[in-house]
């Protein structure tokens, strides 16, 4: 019988960043870990004049059918295809006096196993995204990066 050379499988993690531009001001947001209603909001911040950066990482593990990583974890959301990460706003995010009571998802499409290599060492994948909605409150829904995910220091 002859023997396949097949390439070793990847796994490991990855750090992300989300940076959402100017965001309105007291509004609480952060990242969901869990699924459902059974989750927490971590890395909580309240928007002021400035940026909210959020940092965290991932598992990533590739066993698609497709060769595309596969994003896993508590903070990774959707069918293996399709991952993402959700930023609850206001109400969401545990700030129960908030008028606002949204959800911002960010889709993980567009990552490759060549941002993650390059990732690896002591760099980043950012996604830079509107903090404002068209309706001058938190952004909402499916949100796609401005410029797409980007390997960053």
């Not at 949204?102 to 002591?122: D, H, N, Q, V």
């Amino acid at each position: 019988m002859k023997e396949e050379n097949k390439t070793p499988k990847k796994e490991g993690e990855v750090r992300l960043r989300i940076v959402l531009i100017a965001p309105p001001p007291g509004v609480d947001f952060g990242v969901q870990e869990g699924k459902g209603s059974d989750y927490t909001t971590i890395h909580k911040q309240r928007s002021k004049d400035a940026d909210l950066i959020f940092d965290f990482t991932v598992t990533i593990k590739d066993n698609r059918d497709d060769g595309l990583p596969n994003f896993l974890g508590p903070l990774t959301h959707g069918p293996t295809t399709g991952r993402f990460i959700y930023i609850n706003i206001g109400k969401s995010a545990g700030q129960f006096d908030s008028c606002w009571d949204r959800r911002l998802k960010i889709p993980l499409a567009g990552i490759t196993w060549e941002m993650i290599e390059k990732a690896s060492t002591k760099m980043l994948l950012e996604a830079r995204l509107p903090g404002t909605g068209k309706d001058g409150g938190p952004s909402c829904a499916t949100v796609k990066p401005i410029e797409g995910w980007k390997v960053c220091k």
